[in-house]
């Protein structure tokens, strides 16, 4: 079988990745799908920097709004969403234009569950370890419950492998045992073009910066409100970057500056290890935006799909 070719639009947040797809897209005659584990959740429009309804009207996108954000949502779920949208624009002959900033979402998509060292999510980490120190056998039970086969490999003593592979069950929803099975990318049935973007640091910074400050304007405070009050437990969603640092502001742990200035400095370290994290791949075609104009990055990434065409 013929490999699906996909055009991939990625970088880090505030890049400019959201300008180029929609040009391409309409370009192309294509259809945009959201690699954004934020941007799945229903109500986090602000936060999450999702389209707008006019950009949504200018181009088909795809998995937004897909689930309520107390609704558990993975991985997994996002890879079997993803290959639903990409065989529907494949009977369509539809271009696929996967576009987002979450690069395990991608790599999972487009490479297969391969088990990923950089994954970690340090928050949940430190719950799992914290709850380890307090209950070693209360850890150990769990992986018997999601992991069975890691299990019986570990000693229940062992302690960091226990706490990592139930990091790896909750972040994917898949154990690890089974992840370490999969087969590598040859049997995913698509041929990904990556484009990736990339502007000087303090650039990129104020990029950050600036788009915080617009969230403000446009009513971050007010959406991060009403997510509290029709989620007062506050689930794992509302815990993401642009949500925790403003209710900590409105549970008055701190002032609206003090969250403002957090929520920047927390998406400047996001964004460093969403560079770090794409770097890792070879095959991405990289562009300075900093020295490029839109327009001459919109003709060479033309240029580079008719060839891979």
């Known amino acids: 079988m013929v490999k699906q070719k996909i055009l991939v639009i990625l970088g880090p947040t505030a890049v400019g990745k959201t300008t180029l797809s929609l040009d391409l897209a309409q370009s192309l005659h294509g259809e945009i799908i959201s690699a954004d584990s934020m941007q799945v959740y229903r109500g ?13 009207q200018r181009v088909v996108h795809h998995l937004l709004d897909v689930v309520d954000p107390d609704q558990p949502f993975n991985v997994a779920d996002y890879v079997s969403l993803a290959e639903q949208v ?19 979402y991608m790599d999972a998509l487009l490479k297969g569950f391969l088990f990923p060292d950089a994954s970690a999510d340090l928050d949940m980490r430190a719950k799992l370890e914290a709850e ?24 229940p003593n062992d302690l960091r492998r226990i706490v990592r592979a139930l990091e790896v069950y909750f972040r994917t929803g898949k154990p690890i045992s089974e992840l370490q099975d999969k087969k590598e990318e040859s049997t995913r049935p698509y041929q990904p073009l990556y484009i990736g973007l990339f502007r000087d640091r303090e650039e990129l910074y104020a990029r950050v910066n600036h788009r915080v400050d617009q969230m403000i304007k446009e009513g971050l405070v007010e959406e991060v409100q009403a997510l509290l009050e029709a989620y007062p437990e506050q689930p794992t969603a509302l815990q993401a970057l642009g949500y925790k640092e403003i209710a900590h502001y409105l549970q008055g742990n701190m002032t609206l500056v003090e969250a403002t200035e ?48």
């Open 44 to 56: 986090m429009d602000i936060g999450t920097a999702k389209p707008s309804m006019e950009e949504r």
């Open 86 to 104: 990409l065989l529907q624009l494949r009977q369509q002959e539809r271009v696929p234009l996967l576009s987002g900033g979450t690069g395990l």
């Open 132 to 155: 380890a120190e307090r209950d070693p056998l209360s850890v150990y039970s769990q992986l018997e419950q999601v992991d069975p086969r890691s299990a019986q490999k570990l000693h």
């Open 262 to 309: 957090r929520l920047k400095r927390d998406t400047r370290r996001y964004a460093k290890r969403q560079l770090s994290w794409f770097k890792r791949n070879k095959e991405i075609h990289w562009f300075h935006c900093t020295e490029m104009s839109d327009e001459t990055i919109r003709q060479a990434v033309h240029s580079l799909w008719d060839s891979f065409l």
